[in-house]
């Protein structure tokens, strides 16, 4: 069984500061995405990550699959009150075929709260 | 272009009732999945669909639970009886395949309260 560990749980902090949330699991992943959900709203899709070592960026949200695919973070930078959510990371299985094969292994999530 | 659409968004009932939830994916997405999330966790997944064939449904408690998803379209899930347990907020997907990158776009979920 595929499980991605997500650290913080819970995150509190003021407007302005820059902020990392780690994802990592003892499983190589052939990709990996992240998710931010509102209260009351489905998971919305941030950023696929394929390539081992791969950095993305989106706007003020910078991620990174690690090298050996088993890892990834988040990193906000000049947090915002607007960036409040529950952030989950999701991978897909490294092999293709059986039930596995489109199936998701996401984390147990991390609620972040930015102060005003 | 129209997102994954369910409905209720919120639902009431109360224990050994049946519930049933709907859910209408993205035009053109044959991969659909239904969730179930508890508050300020991951979602985990009951059931993936690949057009009308259910792929994977070894997490659906199938003594209580069913879906279907008649003509790859729309999809149903079913809780009879429903337990206070069972108070979750469900949650469907749909993605163009399981290949295409595995990217799943969500719907804003039914929040289910059983008392």
């Known amino acids: 069984t595929q499980l991605l560990e997500q650290s913080p749980q819970f995150l509190s902090i003021q407007e302005g500061e820059n902020l990392t949330v780690y994802c990592n699991s003892s499983?190589?992943?052939?990709?990996l995405q992240w998710y931010r959900q509102e209260p009351g709203e489905g998971p919305v899709l941030l950023v696929t990550?394929?390539?081992?070592?791969e950095v993305k960026k989106l706007k003020r949200l910078t991620f990174q699959f690690g090298d050996a695919r088993k890892d990834s973070s988040l990193h906000i930078t000049a947090a915002q009150p607007g960036d409040t959510g529950l952030y989950l990371c999701?991978?897909?299985?490294?092999?293709?075929?059986?039930?596995?094969?489109?199936?998701?292994?996401f984390g147990q999530g991390t609620i972040l709260t930015v102060h005003p | 272009e129209a997102g994954v659409v369910q409905s209720p968004r919120y639902k009431i009932i109360e224990k050994k009732q049946p519930v049933a939830f709907w859910c209408n994916p993205i035009s053109g997405h044959n991969t659909l999945y239904w969730y179930r999330q508890n508050l300020g966790q991951g979602p985990e997944l009951l059931i993936r669909y690949e057009n009308e064939e259910a792929v994977d449904d070894s997490q659906l408690p199938k003594d209580r639970f069913s879906a279907e998803r008649l003509k790859g379209v729309d999809s149903t899930l079913k809780i009879q009886p429903a337990e206070l347990g069972d108070s979750a907020v469900y949650l469907c997907?749909?993605?163009?395949?399981?290949?295409?990158?595995?990217?799943?776009?969500f719907g804003p979920g039914t929040r289910l309260t059983v008392t």
């Open positions: 999701a991978g897909a299985p490294s092999g293709a075929g059986g039930t596995s094969y489109g199936k998701l292994t």
């Open positions: 499983s190589v992943f052939s990709s």
């Open positions: 990550v394929v390539t081992g070592g």
């Open positions: 997907a749909s993605s163009l395949g399981p290949g295409m990158g595995y990217e799943q776009y």
